[in-house]
């Protein structure tokens, strides 16, 4: 017998609700378990709802149940939603989770808590939606070193950016029609400002380095400052513009980031459009992996949810290990790190010349003539934010790094 109790009932925690029960007889006959969702926990009130029966406010019931085996928490925030996650660990009861916030802030804490009492902390919906990366990174690339991840980790501003730039619909429009969607976070600035592509980069950095990496040591920008005209550049360049998140190994240490990025048209994440997520995973022995599929949204996320659930009834899967943060932070200052950038202002290409040096000039029909648009050589963030201090910058965004670039 193994009793689930599943916390929020959200668009993810009713979502899981909906896939579970719809599958329900064939993960029991898969698992030999007798399973079913004992509990949904949220303070709202659902009396219409098929699941009515199952609801209740108070988490002490759960926690005190012998029957119940996992906990889904499916709140989010790092508040109540870390109190429940810890309690249920501590109580024996295994967790699984699609919360990228907690995770990335007390993922090492929770792991640690779940060895001590010998259950699982899974949380493969935290990362890319339905994609499966978390799994395959620990399991199926485990011979090998991964030295680079880079990827399109948020589905609301893939989505913006794809109806923005492609189709030319409005910012706060395609906005609501992606909180409509069920894409959006419950404060979309987590979105818009890159903070949740980057508590994702820090999930997968962590895995690959085998430290936690927090996302208050990631240089992270979102999108708000894209514009058409940005777009028009990027098609003139070769490429299209992403919100891309990376982590790159260089010794012991590591680069990670989330900012807009031009990407070329030749790279795998250049057609990735709409909702949807790709991650490009590079390993010495493997070469590269891609990882597509869709990053947000009610049932892509909760199929994630529930095979982590299925995994944690069989018990077969290991908890991921990674350690607390060293004392010395292997995150290097990304600003102090050379990128080529493109940069769109009103300035003449003289003064451009001048300052840049061997810069590439960009063109874009109906440009005003005192727009100038190109892409620099390499230089750090602080250089060229200190070269661009008089000057009236109308656009500033990184080309991506090549990916089989070799950085020392
Ligand atoms: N708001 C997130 C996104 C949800 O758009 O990617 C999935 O993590």
Not at 11 to 22: A, I, L, M, P, R
Not at 41 to 50: A, K, V, Y
Not at 126 to 155: K, Y
Not at 198 to 225: M, N
Request: net charge negative; proline share 3%; hydrophobic share 40%.
């Amino acid at each position: 017998m193994s009793k689930i109790a599943i916390l929020g009932f959200g668009t993810v925690g009713s979502g899981t609700v909906e896939v579970f029960c719809k599958n329900k007889s064939n993960y029991c006959k898969n698992t030999g378990k007798n399973l079913d969702i004992k509990y949904i926990l949220d303070i709202r009130d659902f009396p219409e709802s098929p699941y009515a029966d199952k609801f209740i406010k108070d988490f002490n019931v759960i926690v005190n149940d012998p029957e119940v085996t996992v906990v889904a928490e499916l709140i989010g925030g790092k508040t109540f939603a870390y109190d429940c996650v810890k309690r249920a660990l501590e109580a024996g009861k295994s967790v699984v989770t699609s919360n990228k916030e907690l995770v990335a802030t007390k993922g090492a804490e929770l792991l640690r808590i779940a060895a001590e009492h010998n259950v699982n902390f899974f949380f493969e919906a935290s990362v890319g939606g339905g994609i499966p990366i978390i799994r395959p990174l620990q399991q199926c690339l485990m011979s090998d070193e991964i030295t680079s991840i880079a990827g399109i980790l948020n589905g609301t501003t893939n989505y913006i950016l794809t109806k923005m730039l492609k189709e030319g619909a409005e910012f706060a429009e395609v906005l609501a029609k992606a909180q409509e969607l069920g894409y959006a976070e419950s404060d979309p600035e987590a979105d818009v400002g890159g903070g949740d592509a980057c508590r994702k980069i820090c999930i997968l950095a962590s895995l690959i380095f085998g430290e936690h990496i927090y996302p208050e040591d990631v240089y992270t920008e979102g999108i708000t400052s894209i514009t058409k005209e940005d777009a028009e550049y990027a098609a003139n360049w070769g490429g299209v513009i992403k919100l891309i998140a990376s982590a790159q190994k260089f010794g012991d240490c590591l680069e990670i980031v989330v900012c807009p990025c031009f990407v070329p048209v030749e790279s795998q994440l250049s057609g990735v459009d709409d909702v949807f997520n790709a991650i490009l995973v590079k390993g010495t022995a493997t070469g590269e992996v891609v990882f597509y599929g869709r990053g947000a949204g009610k049932y892509p996320t909760a199929s994630a949810v529930v095979a982590d659930i299925l995994n944690a009834v069989r018990n077969e899967s290991k908890n991921i290990i990674w350690k607390e943060k060293g004392k010395e932070s292997c995150v290097v200052d990304y600003e102090k790190q050379k990128h080529r950038f493109y940069l769109r202002a009103n300035a003449d290409k003289t003064k451009i010349s001048g300052l840049f040096g061997d810069v590439s000039f960009l063109a874009r029909q109906n440009a005003p003539e005192s727009e100038t648009a190109f892409i620099t050589p390499e230089i750090s963030r602080e250089e060229l934010n200190e070269k661009c201090k008089n000057m009236n910058v109308l656009g500033k965004i990184q080309i991506m790094y090549a990916f089989d670039e070799e950085r020392t």
